[in-house]
């Protein structure tokens, strides 16, 4: 997974190739993976989904903002929850995440 470091910036359609046909900013942070934006090459293919399910079971995973009903279904599916959480730039930011599994 190629992991994005804060203040980088990218011109459209130039986000970094995170798995076979998902582009998406991630972030790995003190608190946890954020996935920032996320975009599928080819809509429908599935690759965001399998992207989702590679992601670390033993991390919390976070999306804020989500906006896409269609991504917000996805995450249900693969047990993320809707929440909120403070963020020191933004307020009060809506979030979907997936807290750590124990082994």
Known sequence: MILSTEGEVFEPGQEPLVAPGVRAIVFDAPAGIYVSWISAEREGSGDVGRFIDSLP??????????????????????????????????GRVDIFERLPRSA
């Open 57 to 90: 079971k033993d991390r919390r995973v976070v999306f804020p903002n989500v906006i896409s009903n269609r991504l917000a279904r996805m995450l249900e599916r693969r047990g993320f929850e809707a929440s909120e959480e403070s963020a020191p730039e933004f």
